[in-house]
């Protein structure tokens, strides 16, 4: 089950409920993989104006580190097993969810008030 203390979405992979996170440890794996910054890599995942820009193999590897903080063990194939059981309509809305609950980078999508992903911002310093 997702822990929305720690950023995790909840999804449902071969029958059974699983967490997706963007934490320190993907960012890590993801820059490390692509050799960018974390804002460059998730770049690659815009669909601004409506098309798609995102190829099939740099959506896998995302989905793969999102999915390995709850199942280390997680494969290629598996992350690639996941994307046909979401399907790729939902992937975008699954996606940004995640990156707008993780603590680890800004995300353009503000949680409302009530969104218990985030805790409420304080102003201090």
Known sequence: ?????????????????????????????????????????????????????ARARDLRRVVLELMRASRPSTTEADAGDFITETGLGALPDLLGRVIAASRMVASDEAPSPEDPARPPETGAA
Do not use: P, Q, W
């Not at 409920?17 to 963007?22: K, N, R, T």
């Open 1 to 53: 089950m997702a822990n929305r203390e720690r950023g995790e979405v909840g999804a449902r992979f071969r029958g059974e409920d699983i967490a997706l996170v963007l934490d320190f440890n993907a960012i890590c794996a993801l820059e490390d993989h692509y050799d960018e910054d974390i804002d460059t890599v998730l770049a690659r995942l815009d669909s601004a104006g409506g098309k798609r820009r």
